[in-house]
């Protein structure tokens, strides 16, 4: 199935950007939001609870689950590139995408005039670069549903 | 896997309570042992739930809602149909290995990361030393905090081997 799902959270854990390929859980808006804030509030807690003290802390990067994995990329600035796979796709793929993620994000995002940071990205250049990027990861008929917005 | 190192374990029954912590090395300590326990629980209960909410689903396959009918009107019906799907995680500093059990336990491992995958090892804890030295034990009362020296050793003598 590949890569099934794509969401980018502001630092204060509020949902920015979603987007569901073949295989993604059916959820509503509210639901995604709840999520998305829930796994801020679980870093924090996964970071207060480490037996080692790190010089930047900043919560998980990696879950390796029974049917899934994750892989979380979180710049300086707070904003966190998260993306959902299934088990076949290579981890250092998923690491490499997401760091591109954040180019594209500081390309189309950032550098638009209308967009305010820590707001829902509605920028149609990111939603296109995105699915080109992700193009040949996700499940065979691409695009399911179109990007909730946020 | 030669170069992990093992520092703490947790085991945790269904209802949270932390029957045994084991710290062979520990560079942060923790302010208040029970306040880590409860965080550690809080934290391994929130994560199952987003791991139910993430799992992918079969193509074709219908949405949980219809799996449980009573999730409609019974809020818990999908604490009580969600399953153990975490199998670790990783931050920056460490690595989190985790096994739950049929049963509601909970077998916590942490070590320095790229410690791999160590399913088995929590496996063996399960087996070799709780079965082994506390489901066995004619003293011990399921759900009361596992304190004999045997599960201890044994536990210990794992991690070893594993090292």
Same mark, same amino acid.
């Given at each position: 199935m590949g890569i099934y799902a794509l969401f980018v959270v502001n630092r204060s854990g509020g949902l920015i950007y979603h987007e569901k390929y073949v295989g993604a859980p059916t959820m509503s808006l509210n639901e995604a939001l709840r999520m998305a804030s829930t796994f801020h509030s679980v870093q924090q807690i996964a970071a207060d609870v480490a037996p080692v003290a790190a010089a930047h802390e900043s919560g998980m990067t990696a879950v390796e689950a029974a049917e899934f994995r994750l892989r979380a990329y979180q710049p300086r600035t707070g904003v966190q590139f998260v993306l959902l796979s299934t088990l076949e796709v290579n981890a250092e793929v998923l690491q490499s995408l997401l760091v591109r993620l954040h180019l594209l994000y500081a390309d189309y995002a950032l550098k638009n005039p209308f967009y305010e940071k820590d707001m829902p990205i509605r920028c149609k250049r990111f939603e296109m670069a995105v699915a080109r990027l992700l193009e040949g990861y996700?499940? $065979?008929?691409?695009?399911?549903? $179109?990007p909730v917005r946020a | 896997m030669s170069t992990a190192v093992f520092y703490n374990f947790y085991l945790f029954n269904r209802e949270g309570a932390c029957l045994c912590y084991r710290e062979?090395? &520990?560079? &942060?300590?923790? *302010?208040?042992a029970l306040q880590d326990q409860r965080n550690m629980f809080g934290l391994l209960f929130a994560m199952k739930q987003l791991c139910n909410g993430w799992a992918p689903v079969e193509e074709g396959a219908t949405a949980l809602a219809a799996e449980a009918p009573d999730a409609a009107w019974d809020p818990d019906a999908r604490l009580r149909t969600a399953r153990p799907l975490l199998r670790s995680y990783t931050t920056a500093s460490y690595q989190l290995h985790y096994l739950e059990t049929p049963t509601g336990l909970r077998f916590v491992l942490t070590t320095s990361v790229h410690a791999g995958d160590l399913t088995r090892v929590l496996q063996r804890i399960y087996r070799e030393a709780y079965v082994e030295c506390a489901a066995r034990n004619p003293l011990y009362r399921l759900g009361?905090? *596992?304190?004999s020296d045997a599960f201890r050793k044994r536990l210990d003598a794992i991690v070893r081997s594993a090292l």
């Open positions: 996700t499940g $065979r008929d691409g695009v399911v549903a $179109r | 062979w090395n &520990r560079p &942060r300590p923790g *302010v208040d009361t905090s *596992v304190m």
